[in-house]
């Protein structure tokens, strides 16, 4: 198993909250019950973001695509430093 950092676990658990578990752990190459398992361990632990509510009306065209841009945005920058993560790593 892959060591991976606590930020890089924490935004990917952001992301799976965000676009899905499957599509996050897809995106991130990184097998699907890791990802399931972090999320299980921060509910557990009681940290679940409480801030979400859902809205009955639906998205605007520009906020979806808002929402798309933010979480590709998400995924790029944990991306970027999953590479800087391992890249460090075959250094040593």
């Known amino acids: ?13 952001k992301l799976s909250d965000e676009i899905g578990l499957a599509p ?4 991130l190459g990184i097998p699907y ?6 999320r ?3 509910t557990r632990e009681g940290t679940r973001d409480r801030t ?3 809205s009955k009306e639906p998205m605007s065209r520009e ?6 841009i933010s979480e590709l945005r ?3 920058q944990i991306l970027q430093d999953a590479l800087c993560f391992f890249v460090d790593n075959r250094k040593k």
């Open 1 to 13: 198993m892959r060591p991976y950092d606590e930020r890089f676990k924490e935004e990917a658990i």
């Open 24 to 27: 996050a752990a897809n995106q």
């Open 33 to 38: 019950q890791t990802l399931s398992e972090w």
């Open 40 to 42: 299980k361990k921060r």
């Open 52 to 54: 979400k509510t859902k």
């Open 63 to 68: 906020e979806q695509l808002e929402k798309e």
């Open 74 to 76: 998400r995924a790029n």
